[in-house]
């Protein structure tokens, strides 16, 4: 039994005795555990003995990694707790605590610099009243700095420049100069005054004030719970009009609520006793829907009605084509030389001036292609030849030439030969001027 290994006796043995791989001869030496480690064990109980003394005088660990666990008393813990005093709140030892005060005014410092450098970036920096700076020693660092001018201006010399005499105390003093051109608000919010009729204009921005504050106020409260009236006049006279309309309906409009077939009921649309109509409108669209099987054998009638109609309309569209205004009218009003209401002449000393209409006659096909305006177009531009021209000389070539009357477009003199050129060409090349004329009234009325 004492050469039976135990865990007791394994954990016992020194490391140097492990790791031995010294071996008996005889086998009584027995190796357990595992590989790495291995026990021996004595012939006699002495023998153990003196390897498990052996074991535990020595070390498995080198001196000099021993370290000492170091104990804190409450002796050396009070005498800590000494070092600081809590009712003055400051450290027992002078140096200790004069250190303690310069870092603390260090931190603040730097603290009160850093604040006020941040509140410098993002604050006004000077009094928005009388722009005077609010910190006089600040500056800003991306602020421009000032240019010094090496020469400076005639008027800020030292002597008087009419005289040439020096500025040495005894000259009169300088005029003030010209006043301010500025301009002002009109209200100085120092004094809180108007810098003009400053009673005047306070009465009425109060007059201002109260009505803007009435308008408000009505907004928001437009019905008075203690008057049981609304605010507004016109809203209250509403109401008491809608109300008396009401009153005499009052109870007939839950008819609207029931089926249809209750509503166009013959009980609802008339009395059948008296045959007095109740409801006038559901009667006329009950009689409607019971006309439409009668409605649809009245063909014959209905057509010669529409037929009535359309003959009508026909006659009020030409009545209206005829009554249509004339180019002719103007002309046959000016034709005679002079004016048929004041017998004033068109032409000679103190002659009417004629007021040229802009309207012109029937164009032919050939006019149309050379002014470019439709058939349909009764009113002509303004021409800036026929404008040029007085009403007098334009008096005197109606009098005395006579034209048709149709419109005159200015044109280019070129464009009208490359024009008529084309067009003699084009006769030429087809050989019958008849076909060409029928081919620009195609054209015309395409």
Known sequence: MAHES?????????????ESRRERSSGEWQHYKDNSTRITYGKTWAED?????????????LPDQQKLVKHVTRYEKSREEREFDPLLGRFREEGKELGLQQRESMELKRNLEKGRAAQLRTIQRFNIINNAPMYPGAQDPTDKQPVTHPYRKKSAADYNIVTNVPYNGTSAPGTSGCPSLKPYREFNILTNKYHDRHDERS??????????????????????????????????????ARRR???????????????SHEQFSEGRLYNILNQRVINSAKLAAMDGKDQRTLNKIKKTAFETKMRELGETQQARDTNICLNRFAHKRHVESQVHGYDVVSNQLYVGRDAKAIAHPRTHASLSAWQTIKTGLLNSNRIAPKSSSAARLSSNQQAVRDTHMTKPNILIVEQDPSIVQVRQAS?????????????????LHRTILC
């Open 6 to 18: 135990t865990p007791i006796a394994q954990a016992q043995l020194p490391l140097s005795l492990q």
């Open 49 to 61: 003995v003196q390897i498990y003394r052996t074991a535990k005088s020595v070390l498995p660990w």
């Open 203 to 240: 009465e009425q921005d109060a007059v201002q004030a109260k009505q803007i504050a009435a308008e408000k106020f009505c907004k928001t409260r437009i019905f008075d719970p203690i008057r049981i009236t609304y605010t507004n006049a016109d809203r209250e006279k509403e109401f008491l």
């Open 423 to 439: 067009y003699h060409r084009g006769i030429c090349a087809n050989g019958s001027f008849l076909w060409h004329l029928n081919s």
């Open 245 to 259: 309309e009401e009153e005499q309906v009052h109870g007939k409009d839950r008819i609207l609520l029931l089926p």
